[in-house]
């Protein structure tokens, strides 16, 4: 099992000396004198738990601290630690909550602004407790009951259960290896916390543009709404496509309310004003069916994962509709094959169906973006600065060497350029504190497809970017981190490109040549 917490770094004779509670360190004050606490203080803040974190107590108040953390064996009980816990990470902003049950011990971790953090650990019998009030006691739409070692979803949406601003909280459990425990394996849960507390509202074009889509996106994405045809958004896993969904069926709707607007989820993720969400439920192909019968202008098909959606939203599109929809996919060009491999599987597909795709008439536009932390306003610090201090290895802890190296290469003022800084009680000792988008938007045209069912995409992402003036989500990124908004390191890994990714593909396509 290879989730750890900061607690596993510590030797045995400590162990009963230290506890992780609600992201903060409690260490007993007798470890003071300790020489390996020096060390462990300096690891915990690399973990993410910063000095304001780490609460010294006496030895019996932390005893007392760790024996109350065992005795949740009540009902009642485990289901208030469940709430709070809710709360914590509705407090804190994160967006996913991860429980691993080890065996010996329950470890929970919050997803914060992408960054992963140690929350909390509890005894394994109280940590599986924790499993199945979750599950079984404040979820839904479960397909049974809890059972551990098991793959399982549900989700919780009684507001009892929520915090304000949180919709719904999606349940999703894994069987994993844990080689602590009795019989060798363990529960991975995993917890979305779905809000609706984003305040954007107005025309579309306002919305995205608060959402964070450039000016010149932003129109691109109103221009594809006013034709029929069929545009996805494609992105990594919580980069916001589902939140940019709903404010584009919500911009149109206030904008064209004469206009049916449906659609097709399952579940629902985000209320939506003034649109009908239609609940698919156990038959998908009976709800796809009754789809043609709706009486529609305008569908989100949601998320399309395999060749029925597929061919649902396909045929939609042929039938004279707007169809918008979200896919996984490496970048925007990638959302044609992925789409066509769907599509191959289909049954009763004949011949290739880039054929029928590639029309600017059907398939309208590609949309590709990823969600990048924003740098604290109040702790961040100029890369001149930055670059002025003498600790090499300080500096390589925040811009290794590569990235710098990079950096320079994209971006010819460095002069706004900063990095992330220590981290401040406004952003909650993180360094970051909001987050933005880095997009690209392809508005087909006729040249464009021609040349992605030629199989030649290099060539039509080059007519992009020359002929079109298509800019990159690399190359939204770097304005950001140009204008002092971004960090160079943080935004590469968030990115899984590097900064210089153009220069680097045109490099190895010369070495091909």
Same mark, same amino acid.
């Given at each position: 099992m290879a989730t750890t917490t900061i607690l596993d770094e510590l030797p045995d004779e400590f162990r009963d000396r230290v506890t992780l509670s609600e992201g903060r360190l409690f260490i007993a004050r007798s470890l003071q004198g300790e020489p390996f606490m020096l060390s462990f203080l300096s690891l915990a803040e690399r973990r993410g738990i910063n000095e304001n974190d780490i609460i010294w107590e006496e030895d019996r108040a932390l005893s007392r601290r760790m024996k109350n953390s065992v005795e949740l064996s009540s009902d009642s009980a485990m289901l208030g630690y469940a709430k709070q816990l809710l709360r914590d990470a509705y407090d804190l902003r994160a967006s996913d909550i991860h429980l691993v049950d080890t065996g010996p011990q329950l470890i929970i971790q919050l997803r914060r602004m992408n960054l992963i953090r140690d929350h909390a650990t509890l005894p394994g019998d109280t940590g599986r407790a924790l499993l199945r009030v979750l599950f079984n006691t404040m979820g839904q739409d479960g397909r049974g009951e809890f059972t551990p070692h098991s793959r399982m979803d549900a989700r919780i949406v009684n507001r009892k259960y929520l915090p304000p601003d949180v919709y719904s909280v999606r349940i999703h459990t894994e069987p994993i290896a844990a080689v602590d425990a009795d019989n060798g394996m363990g529960t991975y849960m995993a917890l979305r916390l779905l809000y609706d507390s984003i305040i954007v509202e107005g025309t579309l074009t306002e919305r995205l543009k608060m959402l964070g889509y450039p000016a010149r996106e932003a129109a691109k994405i109103r221009f594809l709404t006013q034709r029929t045809g069929m545009f996805l958004i494609a992105g990594a896993m919580g980069s916001g496509k589902s939140t940019v969904l709903k404010h584009i069926m919500e911009g149109q709707a206030q904008e064209y309310p004469e206009k049916n607007y449906l659609t097709h989820e399952d579940p629902p993720e985000y209320p939506m004003r003034n649109v009908k969400?239609?609940?698919?439920?156990?038959?998908?192909?009976?709800?796809?069916?009754?789809?043609?019968?709706?009486?529609?202008? $305008? @569908?989100?098909?949601?998320?399309?994962? !395999? #060749?029925?959606?597929?061919?649902?939203? *396909?045929?939609?599109? &042929?039938?004279?509709?707007? $169809? @918008?929809?979200?896919?996984?996919?490496? !970048? #925007?060009?990638?959302?044609?094959?992925? *789409?066509?491999?769907? &599509?191959?599987?289909?049954?009763?597909?004949?011949?290739?169906?880039?054929?029928?795709?590639?029309?600017?008439?059907?398939?309208?536009?590609?949309?590709?973006?990823?969600?990048?932390?924003?740098?604290?306003?109040?702790?961040?610090?100029?890369?001149?600065?930055?670059?002025?201090?003498?600790?090499?290895?300080?500096?390589?802890?925040?811009l290794p060497a590569d990235v710098e190296k990079r950096l320079i290469s994209v971006v010819r003022d460095l002069s706004h350029v900063h990095v992330r800084g220590p981290g401040c009680e406004h952003c909650r000792n993180l360094g970051f504190s909001g987050r933005t988008l880095a997009v690209e938007v392809v508005v087909t045209d006729e040249r464009l497809l021609s040349l992605i069912k030629d199989g030649r995409q290099e060539e039509a992402r080059k007519y992009w970017k020359e002929s079109l003036g298509g800019r990159s989500y690399v190359d939204h990124a770097i304005d950001g981190i140009s204008a002092g908004i971004l960090d160079p390191a943080m935004t590469e890994r968030e990115l899984g490109a590097p900064l210089n990714i153009d220069k680097a593909i045109e490099s190895l396509n010369e070495l091909g040549d």
């Open positions: 969400q239609v609940i698919i439920g156990s038959d998908r192909s009976d709800a796809n069916k009754g789809l043609l019968r709706t009486d529609l202008n $305008v @569908l989100m098909q949601g998320e399309i994962r !395999d #060749a029925e959606t597929a061919q649902a939203a *396909l045929d939609e599109t &042929l039938a004279g509709h707007s $169809v @918008l929809g979200t896919i996984h996919a490496l !970048d #925007a060009f990638e959302i044609v094959t992925r *789409l066509r491999n769907m &599509l191959m599987s289909a049954e009763g597909n004949i011949g290739d169906p880039l054929d029928t795709l590639c029309n600017y008439k059907v398939l309208t536009g590609l949309i590709y973006q990823r969600l990048l932390p924003t740098l604290c306003e109040h702790c961040k610090v100029s890369l001149t600065e930055y670059l002025s201090r003498p600790d090499k290895a300080e500096r390589a802890h925040i």
